[in-house]
């Protein structure tokens, strides 16, 4: 049996605005997914928007209790600053409520929250003045920050400030996959430095107001994998490490941004707007742990005909088609489960072998009711095998010395996922979308309490 260490921590990762449903609801404002759901609905897979996701916001405590019912010790979900401060100032004494029941709830069923700040839910009123592109952004997500700090610290002792904070950079500024569908390189770097100083001056609140207390970010990894041991090939896999994993990670773990990645952004003219003090916020603000969400590797070559200075990423490294790549096809993701074990040493040699979770690995899949049996069960069999497989390199790094201390999949209940709604499912449990967001549990679900039972599993 591959046994896991003491204490570890298994569970499922989802979000506010994925889950909860009344979106404009009970004093809640608008965040820029409501907003481009009322002028764009056509964008999003089958028109499923923001406003309905599986409702959690009126199941939280059946949900609660399926939490325990597959074994769960421990649950990620975000709070939606829209609902905690719809204008930015103001607490909205509803959600205060509702957060403190449903966090409450979670503990009482003997599961661990592990609670985060943003998850691509940028407010509208903010985004209006320009979002992450300003200044004041930092200032607004600290306040966010230190408030529910404030209102949940007695309850919640494990946070994070942001989910894949370069996912909004990237398709909210690079690839039109978020709002505002930017297409502005330069544009994409101030968000990301902005975004990097908002998680800094919402660590140093987090000192202030909870000193006993654990915080960190989560980050989503894609190591790159170079096509060949060239030189540049090789300088489009550092290219693609330093844009895309140590812009976040070695800020949070080791205080500064990487010398090579400042050097990068300069010789592409990209430098974005700074303010004196924030070398010293950085260098005194780092993190207790980290989370990767970890579901496809990056295979790079050197970019053909690149435009200098770059006017994408692709200029600086270029995609390679690895021909014996194993995918994933309703995501189009490659599956290579052995980056977990690179991963895991990755954190032991370069990251000072900081505590770090694996905080999002999963398989969505499209039209799973292919795979109802006649008793209504979901027979995800390939995903039982896809997070097996994973677990085998994670658990071979543990081994080898990783501190690794938690796994959670994505996700707890199928949930909402951006443009593309419903059409993938991942969850331990299925929704019913004709049935008022019913539930039934997944095969999975049951592999998975028999995981946390044991500690482990046999292969
Ligand atoms: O649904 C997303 C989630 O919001 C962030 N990580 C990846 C998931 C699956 O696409």
């Given at each position: 049996m591959k046994k896991f260490p003491t204490n570890f921590l298994w569970g499922a990762a989802m979000s506010a605005?994925?889950?909860?449903?009344?979106?404009?609801?009970?004093?809640?404002?608008?965040?820029?997914?409501?907003?481009?759901?009322e002028t764009n609905p056509e964008k999003f897979n089958a028109n499923q928007g923001p406003a309905d996701t599986s409702n959690i916001y009126e199941l939280y405590k059946e949900d609660c209790q399926r939490m325990e019912d597959i074994g769960l010790n421990s649950i990620r979900t975000s709070i939606a600053w829209t609902r905690l401060l719809p204008d930015g100032k103001t607490l909205n004494p509803e959600a205060v409520a509702f957060y403190r029941d449903y966090f409450q709830e979670i503990r009482n069923h003997g599961v661990e929250p592990i609670i985060n700040l943003f998850h691509f839910d940028m407010p509208m009123w903010l985004m209006e003045?320009?979002?992450?592109?300003t200044r004041e952004s930092v200032d607004a997500f600290a306040f966010y920050a230190k408030t529910a700090f404030e209102?949940?610290?007695?309850?919640?002792?494990?946070?994070?400030?942001?989910?894949?904070?370069?996912?909004?950079?990237?398709?909210?500024?690079?690839?039109?996959?978020?709002?505002?569908?930017?297409?502005?390189?330069?544009?994409?770097?101030?968000?990301g430095y902005h975004t990097l100083m908002a998680h800094?001056?919402?660590?140093?609140?987090?000192?202030?107001?909870?000193p006993q207390g654990e915080i960190g970010i989560i980050l989503n990894i894609s190591p790159a994998y170079a096509r060949s041991e060239s030189d540049a090939d090789q300088q489009a896999k550092l290219a693609s490490d330093l844009l895309n994993t140590r812009s976040f990670l070695d800020p949070a773990v080791h205080g500064h941004l990487p010398e090579?990645?400042?050097?990068?952004?300069?010789?592409?003219?990209?430098?974005?707007?700074?303010?004196?003090?924030?070398?010293?916020?950085?260098?005194?603000?780092t993190v207790d742990f980290i989370g990767l969400n970890y579901y496809q590797p990056r295979r790079v070559q050197a970019p053909t005909?690149?435009?200098?200075?770059?006017?994408?990423?692709?200029?600086?490294?270029?995609?390679?088609?690895?021909?014996?790549?194993?995918?994933?096809?309703?995501?189009g993701w490659e599956i290579y489960p052995e980056a977990m074990y690179d991963v895991a040493i990755m954190m032991k040699n370069d990251y000072k072998n900081i505590p770090w979770f694996v905080s999002e690995n999963g398989m969505g899949v499209a039209d799973e009711e292919r795979f109802l049996d006649e008793n209504g069960m979901i027979q995800d069999d390939y995903r039982i095998e896809f997070m097996k497989e994973h677990l085998d390199y994670l658990h071979q790094g543990i081994q080898e010395g990783s501190n690794c201390f938690g796994y959670q999949t994505w996700t707890f209940v199928d949930c909402w996922s951006w443009l593309n709604g419903y059409r993938n499912r991942y969850g331990f449990y299925r929704v019913d979308l004709d049935n008022q967001f019913q539930r039934s549990v997944k095969k999975?679900?049951?592999?998975?309490?028999?995981?946390?039972?044991?500690?482990?599993y046999t292969n």
């Open positions: 605005p994925q889950t909860e449903g009344h979106s404009l609801l009970n004093g809640k404002s608008a965040s820029t997914w409501d907003h481009w759901f003045k320009g979002g992450w592109e209102q949940f610290g007695d309850l919640v002792s494990k946070w994070t400030t942001f989910n894949e904070p370069l996912v909004h950079v990237e398709c909210g500024y690079l690839f039109g996959y978020h709002y505002p569908a930017i297409v502005d390189f330069k544009k994409a770097v101030q968000v800094t001056c919402a660590v140093k609140a987090f000192r202030e107001v909870l090579e990645l400042i050097a990068l952004i300069k010789e592409n003219e990209l430098t974005p707007e700074t303010q004196a003090e924030d070398t010293q916020l950085m260098a005194e603000n005909n690149p435009a200098k200075p770059a006017k994408m990423p692709s200029d600086l490294y270029g995609a390679y088609d690895w021909p014996e790549k194993r995918i994933n096809p309703y995501r999975s679900g049951l592999w998975f309490k028999q995981v946390v039972q044991d500690n482990g």
